[in-house]
């Protein structure tokens, strides 16, 4: 089956430290996308990535980093200099660039203690 | 900038009602259009996308015609059942070729 799986579901950490967030497609797409969920809010849009080797910074990138060394593979990483890390986080790719249709990864729920 | 606003949720119906969510939109040249489901302890799935003026998206018994005059995406569903409880999210990308920028989302629940 092809898609997009996010690892782990949950997970904790304690202030201060950093962490990362893997996501990996098997839907040979050129785009990823990280998102960050808040309760009443709706999405917003971390970093992007329309190719392997590059990557932009979205609307919130501070305090977080990302890599895309794969095409299949784009990890975030919450660093420690992210101030309010708790959050749903969201995973996505697209065949093309922005504004094709997106694939959603099920999320990581992280929670910084 | 560009914007989404989604009628406020949550939003209550019983099985079989008639179901609307409201979405209008601010953005410059001519968008695409989306609405997306998320359902409980999951990630955002497609629901149906629009993208010129005129256009109906339709999925899973869901309909939103593209408004471009209203500017507008309304999602309308004739009889909702128990598994369309969820969050729904308008989306829109600006000249069809930028990020999406999502509105705030509407929580679905519908009582058997």
């Known amino acids: 089956d092809g898609g997009i799986t996010q690892s782990p579901k949950y997970l904790f950490r304690k202030e201060g430290q950093n962490v990362t967030l893997s996501c990996e497609q098997n839907l040979n797409h050129d785009a990823m996308y990280w998102y960050r969920q808040d309760p009443g809010q709706g999405l917003r849009l971390i970093y992007y990535?329309?190719?392997?080797?590059?990557?932009q910074k979205g609307d919130i990138a501070e305090g977080y980093s990302v890599s895309r060394e794969k095409k299949e593979s784009f990890p975030l990483t919450v660093t420690s200099a992210q101030k309010n890390p708790t959050a749903f986080y969201l995973c996505?790719?697209?065949?093309?660039?922005?504004?094709?249709?997106?694939?959603f990864g099920p999320g990581t729920r992280l929670t910084v203690l | 900038g560009d914007s989404v606003t989604q009628m406020e949720g949550p939003v209550t119906l019983s099985e079989e009602a008639f179901l609307t969510i409201n979405c209008t939109y601010t953005?410059?040249?001519?968008?695409?259009l989306f609405w997306y489901v998320q359902y409980p302890g999951e990630g955002l799935q497609l629901l149906l996308k629009?993208?010129?003026?005129?256009d109906k998206g339709s999925n899973k018994g869901f309909e939103a015609t593209y408004r471009k005059e209203t500017t507008s995406f309304h999602l309308e569903k004739g009889s909702v059942q128990v598994s369309d409880s969820a969050v729904y999210f308008c989306?829109?990308?600006?000249?069809?070729?930028?990020?999406?920028?999502f509105g705030t989302g509407t929580r679905l629940t519908i009582i058997p």
């Open positions: 989306a829109l990308s600006a000249r069809g070729n930028e990020k999406l920028t």
């Open positions: 953005a410059t040249g001519y968008p695409s």
């Open positions: 996505a790719s697209s065949h093309r660039g922005l504004g094709d249709t997106q694939y």
């Open positions: 629009a993208t010129k003026a005129d």
């Open positions: 990535s329309q190719i392997v080797n590059d990557f």
